[in-house]
């Protein structure tokens, strides 16, 4: 959970292209584009479908009346809807959305200043979202649709444009004995720390979550210098297709519990959550093959009938910052 939340929104900011900071107009269009618009579409599908196939299904536990789901309907608009049965990994591309528009604003403003103060400017305001995200969770301040999470997310965006573009040699030749050391001592901290973006609580654990988190990501991005091309390799094409792993791994962990509550006899009420304990590999693993798989027969079928060459490369379609 210290990379594979946090590793997302800091490889947005990491890679951010200064070019989208000429026009605001046009940086909101790509992303209603790539995040917005499938979220509302996706929502609205699982919500409509909620009492009539997910229900019977025992993939939820309540009925929606007809006010809730014209409500959750409009609220899908506003990305506010999030509670998806279906779909409840859909948290991150409300907080991926609405971080990349203050993200873009941020970075704009910090163009404009010419003074000695433009180098502590982003600096600060990383400090300013974490002081944010430990009040919104403390109750201490409400903004509309803004959760701790939200604040983490830009926080990390922000942290990865500031590596970007500071002097930190993230290509190195002694890199795999840098990153191996620092997942190692991750993995051993995560152990009695387990939490995730989502669920965290307490402005302790806030700052303890963000520092770990990017350490990991910094630990990774080491180890993928290390790598060879064709780990490089795959690690890219699980990237471009980050969107269908959003879409699909959760629709893939309700297959694997239906099938664990077929052959183990665990009561069809786990169907409604969010993984049976004690299979968490067998999730994790699931919840990467069949949304993979799907992008590549999806790719196949647009080169279909040049033999799908193009489906082993991966398309530009997936990706999604």
């Known amino acids: 959970?210290?990379?594979?939340?946090?590793?997302?929104?800091?490889?947005?900011?990491?890679?951010?292209?200064?070019k989208h900071l000429l026009s605001?107009?046009?940086?909101?269009?790509?992303?209603?584009k790539t995040i917005w618009q499938p979220y509302v579409l996706w929502t609205i599908f699982s919500i409509l479908i909620h009492?009539?196939?997910?229900?019977?299904?025992?993939m939820a536990d309540t009925e929606y009346s007809f006010q809730q789901i014209l409500l959750k309907c409009i609220g899908a608009l506003g990305m506010i809807s999030t509670e998806s049965y279906l779909f409840a990994g859909f948290w991150f591309?409300?907080?991926?959305?609405?971080?990349?528009?203050?993200?873009?604003?941020?970075?704009?403003l910090s163009k404009c200043?010419?003074?000695?103060a433009q180098s502590l400017f982003i600096p600060a305001t990383i400090l300013l979202c974490l002081g944010m995200a430990i009040a919104?969770?403390?109750?201490w301040i409400w903004i509309p649709n803004v959760k701790t999470s939200t604040m983490l997310a830009l926080a990390y965006m922000l942290t990865g444009y500031l590596v970007r573009h500071s002097s930190l040699?993230?290509?190195h030749r002694h890199s795999l004995w840098i990153g191996l050391p620092v997942m190692c001592v991750v993995w051993l901290i995560s152990g009695h720390f387990s939490t995730s973006m989502t669920i965290i609580e307490g402005s302790g654990d806030i700052l303890l979550y963000y520092a770990l988190s990017v350490f990991a990501v910094l630990g990774l991005l080491f180890l993928c210098d290390a790598l060879s091309r064709k780990p490089m390799a795959a690690i890219s094409y699980v990237g471009e297709h980050s969107m269908d792993i959003l879409i699909f791994h959760f629709p893939a962990f309700k297959g694997l519990s239906y099938l664990l509550i077929r052959l183990k006899d665990y009561p069809i009420d786990d169907m409604a959550k969010f993984h049976i304990p004690g299979y968490w590999y067998y999730y994790a693993l699931i919840g990467l093959a069949l949304p993979l798989s799907i992008s590549f027969l999806k790719a196949f079928c647009k080169t279909w009938p040049?033999?799908?060459?193009?489906?082993?490369?991966?398309?530009?379609?997936?990706k999604s910052s």
């Open 113 to 116: 200043i010419r003074s000695t």
């Open 24 to 32: 605001f107009i046009d940086f909101l269009k790509k992303k209603a």
């Open 136 to 139: 919104v969770n403390a109750k």
């Open 306 to 318: 040049r033999g799908g060459k193009e489906a082993c490369s991966g398309t530009k379609a997936g």
């Open 51 to 58: 009492n009539a196939i997910l229900l019977p299904l025992h």
């Open 1 to 18: 959970m210290f990379v594979s939340h946090a590793a997302f929104f800091f490889v947005s900011g990491f890679l951010f292209k200064e």
């Open 169 to 171: 040699p993230l290509q």
């Open 93 to 108: 591309l409300r907080d991926m959305f609405y971080a990349l528009l203050v993200f873009w604003c941020v970075l704009r």
